[in-house]
């Protein structure tokens, strides 16, 4: 939508006019989103999600990245450094109890594996996704048509999270943290077209720019993309494709 390059190289099938690379998203989009006021949706119908990036142990450690969002915004938020896999999986426990969750989120690439893993070892409210960035686009889709879709149009999982929170982002229905780390690392990311596929930019290459890994960006993101995906907890225990799902309880997100 606020690409119409895009839309027209759709169309027409012609991507030789818009080859390269460009930013997602601006400072003055995030600037604006920080300053949006927004409806708090009925109690029925809000949904909650605990985002996690998690990170390896040692003195030059990334940032690990809690979130906890609820509807159109960030309710609470933890960052942290040098802690191993059992005390980020029972920070993902707590803010899921104390919020009643619908579902934990957690990027399981590398050490996100082991929280994944212990996570699911302690009672929590809500569901478990494990998601991989680097798999396949789709992960989320029940139906198989709007898998193919998803496939074809983005290179992997990580272009689907980001290109979708940016334009939910862009489309002002998420309000960001008043947070300059954050939105330094949000208006970083780089996005190109591959084979007529949207690719998002490794992580490794944005962290060489930054100076730091965007875990928080990422957290977020993923924790907006995954937001839209889940349903209501009476809907989010039918089985969602063949991603790595626990159910834990039939708790509303409330």
Request: charged residues 30%; aromatic residues 8%; neutral net charge.
């Amino acid at each position: 939508r606020h690409r119409p390059e895009l839309v027209r190289a759709y169309i027409e099938g012609d991507w030789e006019g818009i080859q390269g690379e460009g930013f997602l998203l601006n400072r003055e989009d995030c600037l604006e989103a920080v300053k949006l006021e927004l409806p708090i949706p009925n109690i029925l119908l809000q949904k909650t999600v605990v985002s996690n990036d998690p990170a390896w142990l040692g003195e030059n450690a990334d940032e690990i990245t809690h979130y906890v969002i609820r509807n159109n915004r960030v309710i609470d938020s933890r960052f942290y450094n040098n802690k191993d896999t059992n005390y980020q999986a029972a920070e993902n426990v707590k803010y899921a109890n104390n919020y009643y969750a619908s579902a934990i989120v957690i990027d399981a690439i590398g050490i996100g594996a082991g929280v994944v893993d212990n996570t699911k070892k302690l009672k929590t409210d809500g569901v478990v996704l494990s998601i991989n960035s680097a798999k396949t686009a789709g992960q989320l889709e029940t139906k198989d048509e709007n898998k193919e879709k998803k496939t074809n149009l983005y290179f992997n999982t990580r272009a689907e999270m980001w290109w979708e929170a940016s334009e939910t982002i862009k489309d002002k229905k998420f309000i960001l943290p008043n947070d300059d780390k954050l939105i330094r690392q949000l208006c970083s990311v780089k996005y190109e077209i591959r084979n007529g596929k949207i690719k998002i930019e490794d992580k490794t290459d944005i962290k060489n720019r930054l100076g730091e890994s965007p875990n928080r960006a990422d957290a977020l993101v993923q924790g907006i993309w995954a937001l839209q995906k889940i349903k209501t907890d009476k809907d989010s225990t039918k089985n969602m494709g063949n991603m790595q799902v626990e159910f834990k309880s039939k708790r509303t997100g409330y």
